[in-house]
């Protein structure tokens, strides 16, 4: 029998993963959008506009073989994927890899790129007119945002906020410390251990004043609300015995199972299994799903095969501040300027991603 692989979402996982079983299995890959959206650029695209020219990438150079099918999947089972039109993409195996989203202009509101360019226009040209911005939210987007904006529009007041009592407290010391003293060498203020108590929006920049934990208020003329990812899982709530933990990510079981279809896996930001909502961390599982639905194509069966082991808090994480400096944490070391600028500053991994799917 003939293995029809169906992948719904095409982002890290599911474009990766789609290229590399294209030549071992007929692959249909299931997205809305016209254009896959690389979203450590995005975050340099709000200084730099021109970035997303090529950070927004066709998806139509992916597949030699299999297929790219422009619309939006509605349910999943272990016969296939319906689309929205009613379509059925029928499927000895589904993998669903929806991620997740995020705040403007971070990650596309809907499927249209060119709203998401109109979008990146709008806020690029208010955070060039404001003097005083403030960053709601030191996770790893946040502090990059403060380093980049320090970086290419010095001159600004800028202010990164957190409830937390320092930069990255679930990883190594150095790597917070590192990252908070170049940003203050930049100017850029810290206001660690208080909470905003009155974020008038979580999904899009705006003017307005901010009041602290400790009841002071605080005026800017743009805040970015940068509060994390939440995970896209709709598709996967709606599947018997699926049950939700953190971010609305959705629980698998070692075999990246989300419910008792034995052939429906999950994977990427969607899944909640055991890594944290990266492309560093959730790039684990590809090798480990290649090999498990190549495995399944040729009658083996999964429990013969080895679950998956996640990264765990070993998990490596980059963060430039801006294309020259930032700090990164390696799993069993941290590293600085050089190192950070090398692996991810300079390009931010805009080459990788145009190579993936066939674009000069
Ligand atoms: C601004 C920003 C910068 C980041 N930078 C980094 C970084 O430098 N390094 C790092 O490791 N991580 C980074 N991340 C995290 C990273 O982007 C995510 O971990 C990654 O996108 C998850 O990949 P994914 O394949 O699970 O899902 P996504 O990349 O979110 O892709 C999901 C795809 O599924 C599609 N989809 C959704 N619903 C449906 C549906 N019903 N039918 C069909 N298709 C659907 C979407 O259109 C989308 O294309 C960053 C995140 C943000 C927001």
């Given at each position: 029998m003939t293995q029809h692989i169906a992948i719904v979402g095409g982002g890290y996982i599911g474009a990766e993963l789609a290229k590399s079983l294209d030549a071992k299995a007929e692959v249909t890959l299931i997205e809305p959008r016209s254009h896959f959206v690389h979203a450590p650029a995005m975050i340099r695209g709000v200084v730099d506009p021109a970035l997303l020219d090529r950070a927004l990438?066709?998806?139509?150079?992916?597949l030699k073989h299999g297929r790219v099918v422009q619309a939006r999947a509605m349910s999943v089972n272990g016969s296939g994927v319906t689309l929205e039109d009613g379509r059925h993409i029928a499927a000895t195996q589904v993998v669903v890899a929806t991620g997740s989203g995020n705040a403007a202009p971070f990650k596309p509101k809907g499927d249209d790129i060119a709203a998401f360019r109109a979008e990146n226009a709008r806020i690029h040209a208010l955070l060039k007119a404001a003097k005083s911005v403030a960053i709601v939210g030191a996770g790893a987007v946040g502090t990059e945002l403060a380093g980049e904006i320090a970086h290419a529009m010095p001159g600004k007041r800028i202010t990164l906020i957190s409830d937390q009592p320092r930069l990255f407290p679930d990883k190594p010391a150095a790597l917070g410390a590192g990252l908070a003293k170049k940003l203050q060498r930049a100017s850029v203020q810290l206001i660690l251990?208080?909470?905003?108590?009155?974020?008038?929006?979580?999904s899009e920049p705006y003017a307005g004043s901010l009041r602290l934990a400790d009841g002071s208020e605080h005026e800017f003329d743009l805040i970015f609300p940068v509060l994390g990812s939440r995970a896209n899982s709709d598709l996967l709530q709606a599947l018997p015995g699926a049950q939700t933990s953190s971010a609305g990510r959705i629980k698998v079981d070692p075999w990246l199972r989300p419910a008792s279809f034995p052939n429906v896996f999950a994977a990427g930001d969607?899944?909640?299994?055991?890594?944290?909502?990266?492309i560093v961390a959730t790039s684990r599982q590809l090798p480990w799903l290649r090999r498990t639905l190549l495995g399944l194509g040729k009658g083996?069966?999964?429990?013969e095969m080895k679950p998956y082991a996640p990264w765990g808090e070993k998990s490596p994480l980059l963060v430039p501040l801006g294309p020259r400096r930032g700090s990164s944490f390696l799993g069993i070391m941290t590293v600085g300027d050089l190192l950070t600028r090398k692996m991810?500053?300079?390009?931010?991994f805009v080459k990788k991603y145009r190579t993936l799917l066939g674009q000069p």
């Open positions: 990438i066709p998806y139509d150079s992916l251990g208080q909470r905003a108590q009155n974020l008038e929006s979580l969607v899944a909640d299994a055991g890594d944290a909502m990266t083996k069966s999964l429990e991810k500053g300079e390009d931010l």
